[in-house]
């Protein structure tokens, strides 16, 4: 995957990091609360069936007592048919914390090349952000400017 480049003068990623008037925004803010996971001894074909059905790229992978133990994404299942979702899963869990600022995350998302990142308190995950996220968050500090019309430039 090329790198992500989300520069501070780009209008969606520098809408997304001033926020609202009342502070600036967090991950907890522009998260989304409803993670889909999996287990590590999960098929690797039924992992692929719950990526395609929730249209999504990635999934965090929970362990038994919950805490997070690995990432599988669309890549990982290609071809990997009668394996399990541990054989396949990427164990390097990169994160960030619900307080974290946009404009951390930002910065993690590109020097990591994520496309998505888990929010984490401790062990405990509690949502998810992807590129989608920050660039919604930064259409609404649009629409807010422009009196709750969104505003396209083409």
Known sequence: MDAIVLAEDDPITADAVRGPADGPRTAADIMAPHVVTLGPDVLVEDAAKLLALHNISCMP????????????????????????????????????????????????????????????????????????????AGSAARARRAGGHHVSER
């Open 61 to 136: 992978v929970e362990g038994w007592d919950g805490k997070v133990v690995g990432i599988i994404g669309q890549a990982d299942v290609v071809g990997k048919i009668g394996q399990t979702v541990a054989d396949v899963m990427s164990t390097d869990v990169i994160s960030t914390a619900e307080d974290a600022s946009i404009e951390q995350i930002i910065a993690l998302m590109s020097e990591r090349s994520l496309e998505w990142v888990p929010v984490m308190s401790g062990d405990s995950l509690l949502g998810v952000i992807g590129l989608a996220d920050i660039m919604r």
